[in-house]
């Protein structure tokens, strides 16, 4: 079979030089041998919308979205999934041969998935799920764990205006917290996520107290620079079960790379080595 175009996907966003879909997708293209690129692109706001819909006549097939686009591309898609509307953001969006452009939202889905490849123990049901932060990140964890069947989140942001907000979105199994008393929140938890960027690298330090982690919980952290964050590490420490953000990203482009390329990818360790080389 002969292709008439090598197909192209890529991410877009602003900056865009630290992402690690590059380094997957090549690795996925390569394990898989097939043809195509995925390229970076730093576009800014004002150059979004007519780069987007440039792209499908220069043989572009997709492209994931990250900070600060994920809100604006769902203005300009023609069809909008259930999970973005939800959310209120898209990460990835898909060329249609018709013409129109289809946003999604795969994030909650990376996250739960890195949870039962990782966590196969994991039950969603067992008990309250605690969630650090109120940004894009964590509207898409909340949707998720919600839908898999969490039967409280407790929910706890250093703004509480914006948890507030999502409170209202999701309804009454999401209970708001003042930040102040964030550690409080972990005792009795099952499930406990960090979905703000303490921790990272360059950024301050996640300084809840960690005294209530026990035995039991699963911890996870979006952060994944550094892969072990002092939250896991206190987490390990305390006997629970952790899980490092890393999956996330590589789960959340599967399905992305399935709709571009034709071949549903596996995240395994040889993919987990690629990205972190």
Known sequence: ????????AGVIGSPIAHSRSPRLFAHWLRKHGLAGHYIPMDISADKLESTIRMLPDLGFVGVNVTIPHKERVMEIADLVSDRATLIGAANTLIFRKDGRIHADNTDGFGFIENLRQNAPDWQADAGPAVV???????RAIIA??????????????????????????????????DWVQAGNLIEGAATVVNTTSLGMTGKKEFRVPLDALAPGMLVTDLVYTPLQTKLLQ????????????????????????????????????????????
Do not use: Y
Request: overall charge neutral; proline content about 4%.
């Open 234 to 277: 206190s987490a390990e420490q305390a006997g629970c079960q952790v899980v490092d953000g890393l999956g996330m990203l590589l789960h959340q482009a599967v399905p992305g790379f399935e709709r571009w390329f034709g071949m549903r990818p596996e995240v395994d360790e040889s993919t987990r080595a690629a990205v972190l080389r």
């Open 1 to 8: 079979m002969t292709l008439d175009r090598i197909p192209l």
């Open 144 to 177: 998720s764990l919600l839908d898999v069947g969490v039967p409280e989140i407790r929910l706890t942001n250093r703004t509480k205006a914006r948890a507030d907000a999502l409170q209202q979105a999701f309804g009454n199994r999401v209970q708001v917290h």
């Open 132 to 138: 650090f932060g109120a940004g894009g990140a964590a």
